[in-house]
């Protein structure tokens, strides 16, 4: 059973940086992609950023430039970190993995979230 576990949301005031981390554990044969989603009170969930197993990146544009997505070296572990942080950021921020959990499987995963705020 493979589970990802978000970390290190909270308050921070507009302007400020924050981190976010998730771990994968478990079975994991190899990750394909790992991501970064949110979902705002009200809204549908919408991607952040990804990040894929040759190290390439995609952001939203509404992030671009201010918040970098990358990868633990000797874990199966993504990072978010954040700076320039705006009201409108202020969601629950989900850790997605696409991998395989075992040979001949390819499935998505998700973290439970963790809530980010920034005030204004």
């Known amino acids: 059973q493979v589970q990802l576990v978000e970390s290190g949301g909270g308050l921070v005031q507009a302007g400020g940086s924050l981190s976010l981390s998730c771990a994968a554990s478990g079975s994991i044969f190899a990750i394909y992609a790992m991501a970064w989603y949110r979902q705002a009170p009200g809204k549908q969930r919408e991607l952040v950023a990804t990040?894929?197993?040759?190290?390439?990146?995609n952001y939203a544009d509404s992030v671009k430039g201010r918040f970098t997505i990358s990868r633990g070296n000797a874990s199966p572990t993504v990072y978010l970190h954040m700076n320039s942080l705006k009201p409108e950021d202020t969601a629950v921020y989900y850790c997605n993995a696409d991998l395989r959990p075992a040979v001949g499987q390819r499935m998505d995963y998700w973290g439970k979230g963790t809530l980010v705020t920034v005030s204004s």
């Open positions: 990040i894929a197993s040759g190290d390439s990146t």
